[in-house]
Nanobody, 119 residues
Framework: VQLQASGGGLVQPGGSLRLSCAAS????????MGWYRQAPGEQRELVAT????????????NYADSVKGRFIISRDNAKNTVYLQMNSLRPEDTAVYYC?????????WGQGTLVTVSS
């Protein structure tokens, strides 16, 4: 599985960005896709995850407390793409954002996309 992330950039505090991550290759119908981030000098942390609808009847989402109410994760299964809509961005959201694909006996990471929140 290959993951191609895009959408990072420089944005002012309070602004918005949307990240995309397209998966290609042998995609399992049962999987979890998610976004993680790593700020300079910090460990990589979970931002949000979303399950495929085949795990339950609907896709389930999970968010870090720090982004709840500001970020929205979604997916387009037909395109094997996961999105992260980031609103009300703060300087502390500055990090490299990585997408991750997880399935049975499989785990893959994208290359990362830099998000910088600064005035």
């Amino acid at each position: 599985v290959q993951l191609q992330a895009s959408g990072g950039g420089l944005v002012q505090p309070g602004g918005s960005l949307r990240l995309s991550c397209a998966a290609s290759g042998r995609i399992s119908s049962i999987n979890v896709m998610g976004w993680y981030r790593q700020a300079p000098g910090e460990q990589r942390e979970l931002v949000a995850t979303i399950t495929s609808a085949t795990i339950t009847s609907v896709s389930n989402t999970n968010y870090a407390d720090s982004v709840k109410g500001r970020f929205i994760i979604s997916r387009d299964n037909a395109k094997n793409t996961v999105y992260l809509q980031m609103n009300s961005l703060r300087p502390e959201d500055t990090a490299v954002y990585y997408c991750k694909y997880t399935a049975i006996r499989a785990e893959y990471w994208g290359q990362g996309t830099l998000v910088t929140v600064s005035s």
